[in-house]
């Protein structure tokens, strides 16, 4: 029997609910996991820097921030999430390894809210998934608490402050002066808000955890745990209901497949307990790589027949296992076909947004990736989230420091007081879902060998959580492994040494222990930039034959021979999947390098005085090179290599590189081709140049390094088995002519500040791309849309990225837009530059 039920209250779903049984769903999207009753506190926040300014000066910072009376009315008004360091400017003064941006300054942010009436009795609690860095946190001038670790979400209750049917006053104080980084970290409250109401009894924050057991093909056993508070002053009996729903990809609730019996849950005044269920679901629907189908446990609370809170579990039903064999998800082996990233958006600096995070993925996805690494740090939430979604696999990753920094300022100074909250928080927030398949408790720490420490650390974890492995970034494997510290782990992270894989099978400690690449190859290139000849790096670019890598690392094709030489490798997290800001090695003079090299006294000395001239000589680099796609979202040349590889059975051919060569006529230039195929045949302008054969595991690209240059047409014909698979063409190109738009979403909507990305690219009178096109643009954008940043993945440029003013990069460059708030319909994208043909794009904002 179905009837109309009372609203929730919750404004983050804004929906009507119906009564399903004993629970109550929401017909709709589900906005957020863990308590229904929340709303979002993203808007209409005011901001001031105080301390280090952006230019260098510096501002002292007033007394009494946080007290009402203080006039915030000249401050800047903006929503969160926030960056206040990504509009720079880039400066040279500014270190390399954190971007030349100037992200160290101390942020206030502060906002008003009320509370209606009708919650009179309720507790509140304020969720911050994230806030960079030594964030403090007052009410209506009353002190709520504090977390230093930027990266981790958190939550303080804000109860004992809040004035009911009044306005409120929430102030956060962030400070980055006294926070350091080996990449660019960003500044403020850079991931989502909310307040979250309940009753006096309620789940506990990350309350309710699940496993599932016994998978056959059609059944699996659940065990689900719930966490109680009892914050009365009187002891109460709290019943506790649940049902399974499924879940689909718009996060809206399904059918239910599955109810718990209900449970009665004595607890004393001021006291939590937990209630534990178990139940066999018949008919289940595996959450794999390929299908994610996931679920929604949907818990109330009630006491005397009143719900005091209502709690949303998504998980998926999947098993996983690693041994000397492989990583086994399902009971088969998948081999893991990962990238390492750091949390930046590029352009958006550190500031979450979810449309840049799915564009991310479709590109990593397309071409062949399976995991991500969080390096170094916990990941925004909805990552976690949009890979459960997809399929994508997660090694979710605490710490890049312990108790001994790598940074004056980075982890170290907190890790004595917080290292066992921040785990707790980590895994306890992220337990639920079906992507996180690895724990990683670190990442080149200075403690390798400590074997106490690395013990502790995963008993910490492994008390929380132990259906999945614990592993850990080594750049000393030999270290770790003589003495002992690695045993302590259930996977061994290696990153990069794999060239003494053979000693470390002979050794009986560890010759069964399952072995990963948590950092592999580090490859160095500028998308679209080719030397040849001896020269690979000029110009502070590096060439695009992926053939360059720092000391401690190789190019793609030496990893892929090393994980067909050791099968039993797990597989490898490719640093790095995106450019990001800051690192930009080889050109970074951040003295942190020299840890890959702490066993090796010649690299070591070698690599000083490099380091020594890139401090006097300051190149101007803002962002890395390691990425296979560049910092605008641009597949590299290596992209393709990837994919030839990770995806065999795609039918795909690369040629590089492009084949404009003025003053080049006669010259040899060398031709790569990256294909899926076991052999191609090579033409240039109807000359055939051979048919070459890859060996298998030994050749991953083919190569004609004897091609002389005419202006032309170069084309490839990949084959496989014999059969014609896949071909390729590059022509040389005219003058550049003019300007081609494209768009990844024709609509979006304006309300979610969804963002749409829009590719500008240069183009001959033909329409063809003109891959040396370096040209000065303007994006004009009107209508009911805005510019949000420009980049063309140029990690040299030192345009601000919120200028509508941006050169193209060998003939490529973007634009990202978004609706105007509390606009719709239609907003114009129109590109120009000087003797170029102007284009114009529509996009509909909903």
Request: include cysteine; charged fraction near 25%; aromatic fraction near 10%.
């Amino acid at each position: 029997m179905k009837n109309i039920s009372k609203y929730l209250g919750s404004l983050a779903v804004l929906l009507l609910c119906l009564a399903c049984g004993d629970n109550m769903v929401e017909k709709g999207p589900i906005k957020r996991s863990g308590q229904a009753d929340v709303i979002s506190l993203d808007d209409d926040w005011r901001f001031i820097r105080y301390g280090l300014q952006a230019d260098g000066t510096r501002v002292e910072e007033p007394a009494g921030m946080f007290e009402p009376a203080t006039d915030d009315s000249d401050w800047e008004t903006l929503d969160v999430p926030h960056d206040f360091a990504i509009k720079g400017p880039f400066r040279m003064d500014l270190a390399g390894n954190t971007g030349r941006l100037p992200f160290q300054g101390i942020g206030w942010y502060r906002k008003t809210f009320t509370v209606d009436e009708a919650d009179q009795g309720k507790r509140f609690y304020v969720d911050f998934d994230g806030v960079m860095a030594n964030a403090q946190v007052w009410l209506n001038g009353e002190y709520v608490g504090t977390w230093p670790y930027g990266y981790n979400s958190f939550r303080l209750d804000l109860t004992p402050f809040i004035q009911v049917g009044k306005e409120n006053l929430l102030a956060v104080r962030t400070d980055t002066e006294k926070w350091d980084s080996r990449w660019y970290p960003g500044a403020g409250i850079y991931r989502h808000v909310w307040l979250v109401k309940t009753g006096q009894v309620h789940v506990r924050h990350w309350g309710t955890k699940m496993e599932t057991t016994n998978l056959t093909e059609k059944t699996a056993d659940l065990h689900f745990t719930v966490e109680v508070e009892n914050h009365l002053n009187e002891e109460t009996q709290a019943v506790v209901k649940t049902s399974v729903y499924e879940l689909d990809s718009l996060d809206c609730l399904g059918k239910r497949v599955l109810r718990f019996d209900d449970q009665t849950l004595p607890l004393k005044a001021m006291s939590a307990g937990k209630v534990d269920l178990q139940k066999q679901m018949d008919d289940c629907k595996r959450w794999d790589i390929e299908s994610p189908n996931r679920y929604m446990a949907c818990v109330t609370i009630q006491v005397d027949g009143q719900e005091t809170d209502r709690y949303y579990t998504p998980f998926g039903v999947r098993e996983t296992s690693v041994s000397r064999d492989g990583f086994f998800l399902n009971g088969r082996r998948v081999e893991i076909k990962g990238v390492c990233n750091h949390h930046d958006l590029g352009a958006l600096g550190a500031a979450f947004n979810r449309s840049a995070l799915e564009r991310q993925f479709r590109i990593m996805r397309e071409m062949g990736c399976n995991s991500i690494r969080t390096s170094h740090n916990p990941p925004a939430p909805e990552l976690l989230d949009l890979a459960d979604k997809t399929g994508m696999l997660i090694m979710d990753e605490a710490f890049d420091a312990w108790a001994h920094g790598k940074r004056e300022w980075d982890y170290n100074k907190l890790y004595e007081e917080w290292h066992e909250k921040d785990l707790e928080a980590l895994v306890r927030r992220d337990w639920n879902h079906p992507s996180v398949v690895f724990w990683s408790i670190g990442n080149e720490v200075l403690e390798q060998q400590n074997v106490e420490m690395t013990r502790h650390l995963v008993e910490i974890v492994k008390e929380l959580d132990k259906t999945r492995p614990v592993t850990n970034g080594y750049n000393d494997p030999n270290g770790g492994r003589a003495s002992g510290a690695s045993m302590a782990l259930d996977v061994m992270g290696v990153n990069y040494f794999f060239y003494e894989q053979a000693k470390w099978d002979q050794d009986e400690r560890y010759k069964n222990m399952p072995t990963i690449g948590t950092e592999t190859s580090s490859c160095l290139s500028t998308r679209g930039v080719y030397f040849q000849g001896d020269t690979i790096r000029k110009d502070f670019q590096i060439t695009s034959y992926d053939v360059d890598a720092p000391g401690w690392g190789c190019n793609p094709d030496t990893q892929f021979a090393t994980n067909y030489r050791y099968p039993h490798l797990l597989g490898e997290y490719v640093w790095t999947g995106f450019d990001y800001l800051g690192e930009p090695t080889p050109f970074n003079s951040d003295n942190t390098n020299l840890l890959n090299f702490r066993t090796d006294p010649s690299k070591r000395a070698e690599l000083e005085k490099q380091l020594a001239e890139l401090a006097r000589t300051q190149p101007p680099s803002r962002s890395s090179y390691f990425g296979i796609v560049d910092l605008a979202g641009f597949p590299k040349d290596r992209y393709y290599l990837y994919q030839s590889h990770w995806r065999p059975d795609y039918p795909m051919a690369h040629i590089l590189p492009h084949w404009n060569w003025v003053g080049r006529e006669g010259q040899i230039i060398p031709v790569h081709v990256y294909t899926s195929g076991t052999e191609a045949e090579l033409f240039v302008n109807g000359k055939s140049y051979g048919r070459k054969a890859k060996e298998e595991g030994k050749d991953f690209r083919l190569v004609w390094d004897s091609v002389v240059y005419q202006p032309g047409t170069v084309k490839v014909i990949a084959y496989k088995d014999g059969e014609e698979w896949a071909k390729d063409e590059i022509q040389t190109t005219g003058e550049a002519q003019k300007i081609q738009l494209s768009v990844d979403h024709a609509s979006i909507i304006g309300s979610e500040d969804e963002l749409a990305f829009v590719t500008a690219t240069v183009v001959d009178a033909s329409g063809r791309k003109v891959p040396t096109a370096c040209l000065p643009l303007k994006v004009e954008v009107t209508g009911c849309g805005e510019l949000v940043a420009t980049d063309n993945g140029d990690p040299t440029s030192f345009t601000p990225f919120q200028s509508a003013e941006r050169e193209s990069f060998n003939g490529l460059a973007l634009a990202i837009v978004r609706g105007k708030k509390g606009t719709t319909g239609k907003m114009q994208v129109k590109v120009s530059g000087a003797g170029l043909e102007s284009a114009s794009i529509e996009i509909e904002v909903k």
